[in-house]
């Protein structure tokens, strides 16, 4: 299904069904949720910085459906369901992405399959609570020099506490950069040797236990405008 009204390309409304949707030329949004992202949809977005946007209640494991030129992946993470509250996506099939980004979630949420070398960007907004986790090929980390990009705004639970571990491998630089409103992160865990630190606002990552980031690790807070705590390193 087709909606009109995006300024720039076209906002695409997944069905339950089978879903072949070619994109634009412009910057195209596909919208899916748990009950219509299936192993049986091909989206191609075409020209332009296309979105798949997947919003999840129900925790589900997301895998088989093919995305190409399709270069953010955004994904709410919010199951209510007690018995499967993670989420987790498959991206075996979504070889452009560049950039994943965990928006308004409260739950657990994986992207698997991570196989090209140009997914170096992650975007956590508004994440109250879960870990993201991003899991790596390792034909897509090969080598002592892949880095990762992060940008963090409101990462912190609804009681202002740290929640939320961002946990990766393979990495062995993680640029963090803080932007609108502080954050507050458990730990980040993607096997670095080094985490520069960016942004004018405050961060916290501290997970109350003997080590936040390990003993090897440099930290690079020289450009920081902002407030850092660090737990015990």
Known sequence: ???????????FMLTAGADVIPGT???????????????NDKLNGG??????DIVDRSGIKFNGFEANSIETIKV????????T????????YATDVTKLVNANSSQDLTFDAIDTV????????????GDTTLDFEATA??????????????????ANEAASSIIANGIETVNVTTTGTESKLLDIDADQTKVVIAGDKNLTIDNGAATI???TTTIDASAFKGNLTLGTV
């Open 47 to 52: 020209q332009g910085q296309d979105t798949l």
């Open 25 to 39: 030329a412009k910057d195209d949004i596909f919208v899916a949720t748990e009950a219509t992202l299936t192993s």
């Open 118 to 129: 140009p997914v170096k960007g992650l975007e956590l907004t508004k994440v109250t609570g």
């Open 141 to 158: 980390v090969v080598g002592t020099a892949d880095v990762l990009n992060v940008k963090l705004d409101n990462v912190k639970s609804t």
């Open 213 to 215: 980031l390990t003993a």
């Open 76 to 83: 709410t993470a919010d199951s209510t369901n007690a018995l």
């Open 85 to 92: 509250p993670d989420t987790s996506v498959d991206l075996t």
């Open 1 to 11: 299904v087709n909606v009109e009204g995006n300024i720039n390309g076209k906002t």
